[in-house]
């Protein structure tokens, strides 16, 4: 599972790193164009996320936080390639 802080309705889709939050957790940073209205947000991070990593979105699952700002995705089969994509996003 990865932990996710997304903040919509940016100038630009990007991955903006690693954050290490005031309880100790840490959390991929992400901000999406699109506008968090009717999951159009939601899409939008899984389509960043599936071709940052370089799998399909059908791979990427929303499994928590679906109209908050912190969310968690689960990633279905994640290859050796795609894990060390997401090390260096850290």
């Given at each position: ?80 390639a795609m894990v060390e994509?997401l090390a260096a996003l850290?």
């Open positions: 599972m990865l932990s996710l802080r997304v903040t919509p309705n940016a100038g630009r889709d990007a991955i903006d790193g690693v954050e290490t939050r005031d309880d100790g957790s840490t959390v991929l940073r992400l901000r999406v164009a699109a506008v968090p209205d009717k999951g159009k947000a939601n899409a939008a991070v899984t389509a960043l996320l599936s071709k940052t990593l370089g799998i399909p979105k059908s791979s990427v699952t929303l499994v928590g936080g679906e109209t908050a700002r912190f969310k968690t995705v689960l990633i279905a089969d994640p290859s050796d994509r850290a």
